[in-house]
T-cell receptor
Framework: KNEVEQSPQNLTAQEGEFITINCSYSVGISALHWLQQHPGGGIVSLFM???GKKKHGRLIATINIQEKHSSLHITASHPRDSAVYICAVMSRGGADGLTFGKGTHLIIQP | EAQVTQNPRYLITVTGKKLTVTCSQNMNHEYMSWYRQDPGLGLRQIYYSMNVEVTDKGDVPEGYKVSRKEKRNFPLILESPSPNQTSLYFC??????????FGPGTRLTVL
């Protein structure tokens, strides 16, 4: 079973700072997901990656398959980016479903 | 509008009283899944389904049942709920190996 570790668990930063959240996993995967959960509770998918890098607005996600590691970056952070960011991995073949990290609680102060 | 719907959104019930949480998607997705979210434990997968009539256990299936008789619906059944099933439940769907779309969540309290 895949083990998914996220760091940091909590992060408080000032508006405008560059943010990095890390995710590492123990077993080879078919895909990695980055999710965002706002205080209201709803979950939104930000990215799904199987290799390389993806960018959407101020968000960038990268994955290194050999090192079993992914990062989520937020450029020019804003208070509305305050949320919990969750990494999840799908094992090869999808037979085991999704395994989640415990999330990173991000607070961006004005 | 493409969406995943769950009902009910909030439910308070008593130990042993059977309940069903419905999940429906209108995107013709093959993959559907149920998760529970608990403080300190994060999200954990309960059951998932790769297609109609195909279901598999996730990490925490004990005390739950599911069925996938048609593509759009994936109900979660608690035959005899217990207080340790008090949690926030999410249903999600996707095309196989693709981005997941989550429902709004169901907050369940079992007294």
């Amino acid at each position: 079973k895949n083990e998914v570790e996220q760091s940091p668990q909590n992060l408080t930063a000032q508006e405008g700072e560059f943010i990095t959240i890390n995710c590492s996993y123990s077993v080879g995967i078919s895909a990695l997901h980055w999710l965002q959960q706002h205080p209201g509770g709803g979950i939104v998918s930000l990215f799904m990656l199987s290799s390389g890098k993806k960018k959407h607005g101020r968000l960038i996600a990268t994955i290194n398959i050999q090192e079993k590691h992914s990062s989520l970056h937020i450029t020019a952070s804003h208070p509305r980016d305050s949320a919990v960011y969750i990494c999840a991995v799908m094992s090869r073949g999808g037979a085991d479903g999704l395994t989640f990290g415990k999330g990173t609680h991000l607070i961006i102060q004005p | 509008e493409a969406q995943v719907t769950q009902n009910p959104r909030y439910l308070i019930t008593v130990t042993g009283k059977k309940l069903t949480v419905t999940c429906s998607q209108n995107m013709n997705h093959e993959y559907m899944s149920w998760y529970r979210q608990d403080p300190g434990l994060g999200l954990r997968q309960i059951y998932y389904s790769m297609n109609v009539e195909v279901t598999d256990k996730g990490d925490v299936p004990e005390g739950y049942k599911v069925s996938r008789k048609e593509k759009r619906n994936f109900p979660l059944i608690l035959e005899s709920p217990s207080p340790n099933q008090t949690s926030l439940y999410f249903c999600a769907s996707s095309l196989t190996n693709n981005e997941q779309f989550f429902g709004p969540g169901t907050r369940l309290t079992v007294l």
